[in-house]
């Protein structure tokens, strides 16, 4: 495997590796979970009762600030020094093996089996993305965390295509076992970049202060300016878009457009251009603070989202509004990066994976609730009228977010 390599503070280059690696691993986990394995269940005569419960595997995502502490606790235990490395790099063994197991025999396991072992998955995934959190916040320096958050935004929709579209072409022209088996070697290269590191002193000032007395918990997160005032602005920036994400499709397939069409112009050139705005928005945050790229990335989903509420009972051809959709991905892309860099701001603490972890909670929270609002205000307003109200509360958000980082959301000392 290669020698480990030691050194007083890891090379940015090193960290961004070890980061890409780890979070394209989840999300390849994550689009097996979602997408993938659902739909090979489904093939294989799975009912939609039993499909409809992978859903509730999200909940160890939206929860896991529950145990942060703990975690945390692990991650730094009095008396100095950190186990990030070890956390993570357990927990991925732990994950592929589990996932490894699927891979017994040539045809997929019974669904309660498949999904037990998602369960599973998912539990000890969400659990390392606690000490990944951490470990990018303090290895990276600030001039570097835009690009740290294009490994993580553009990694999850890397593992996305990866878990979610490369197994199923595998799956389609080599058999369940194999496809497997592929899932779990990407898998084991993509963590070999953290297996062959040393966690190397903080980039960041203060990561240390008070290491040795320090107690990771909750109430300390919730006792930070800092935190209180991002969670309001995560809460704010996110429900706009989380309002209209999940009707894109239906809008599409209303205005007649058909499956393969929006597969391909809104699922894989959707997917591109995202991944496109996190790279734009990566390089844009080397010379701009996130705070201050937040802001007009969200006044332009309110305008793009205006659009299509207003291309709706205009009657305008349902290519012009996969152009606009189009458009709002590459903007979701880069709005994920800048949000996503200011909360490492906001999290850089001697308890970062607590803080993080909190304000993740937060934004998976959002997601939750606005995308069930969303469907029900569509079933009893309308599709305009949703899309109007996504546009109105993404166009609130521009305006509160700098006022609301005037107050307060920089880093500070916690107590002891």
């Known amino acids: 495997m290669g020698a480990l390599i ?52 999200m909940l160890p995502w939206a929860f896991k600030f529950l145990w942060a502490p703990a975690v945390e606790r692990l991650r730094r235990p009095v008396g100095g020094g950190r186990r990030s490395r070890r956390i993570v790099l357990g927990g991925q063994i732990l994950a592929i093996l589990t996932i490894t197991l699927l ?37 990276l320096p600030p001039r570097l965390r835009g690009l740290g958050n294009v490994m993580q935004v553009g990694g999850g929709y890397l593992g996305a295509l990866i878990g979610g579209g490369a197994f199923l072409v595998l799956l389609d022209h080599t058999g369940w076992r194999v496809a497997i088996l592929a899932m779990v070697a990407i898998m084991i290269l993509l963590t070999l970049p953290m297996a062959m590191t040393r966690e190397g002193r903080p980039a960041i000032d203060g990561a240390d202060a008070g290491a040795g007395i320090h107690r990771p918990s909750l109430r300390h ?18 429900a706009g878009l989380r309002l209209a994400m999940g009707l894109t499709g239906p809008l599409l397939v209303d205005g007649g457009v058909s499956l393969a069409t929006i597969g391909l112009v ?69 709005s994920f990066v800048a949000l996503y860099s200011a909360m490492m701001g906001w999290a850089a603490s001697p308890q970062a994976g607590v803080d993080f972890t909190l304000l993740q909670c937060a934004d998976a929270a959002i997601a939750a609730v606005a995308g069930l609002s969303g469907g029900l205000i569509a079933a009893a307003l309308g599709l305009d009228a949703t899309f109007a109200l996504a546009a109105g509360t993404a166009a609130a958000a521009a305006l509160l977010t700098p006022r609301l980082l005037r107050h307060g959301a920089r880093p500070e000392t916690l107590p002891a």
């Open 221 to 238: 997160a919730f006792a930070r300016r800092p935190v209180r005032i991002g969670l309001v602005v995560v809460l704010a920036v996110q």
């Open 266 to 334: 809104t699922g894989a050139g959707g997917m591109a251009l995202s991944i496109a705005g996190t790279v734009a928005a990566g390089i844009a945050l080397r010379r701009i603070a996130p705070e201050h790229l937040l802001a007009p990335l969200v006044a332009t989903q309110a305008v793009l989202l205006g659009a299509i509420a207003a291309a709706i009972p205009a009657g305008l051809p349902a290519s012009w509004i996969m152009a606009v959709l189009l458009v709002l991905s590459m903007i979701q892309g880069a």
């Open 103 to 139: 891979a017994v025999g040539d045809a997929p396991p019974l669904p309660a089996m498949v999904l037990a072992a998602l369960a599973v998955a998912a539990l000890i995934t969400a659990t390392v993305d606690i000490g990944c959190d951490a470990y990018a916040v303090e290895q």
């Open 6 to 57: 030691p050194s007083a503070t890891t090379p940015p280059g090193r960290v961004l590796a070890v980061i890409a690696g780890i979070y394209v691993t989840q999300s390849t986990i994550g689009g097996l979970t979602f997408q993938g394995l659902p739909t090979s269940l489904r093939a294989g005569g799975a009912g939609y009762e039993m499909i409809s419960l992978v859903s509730l595997l």
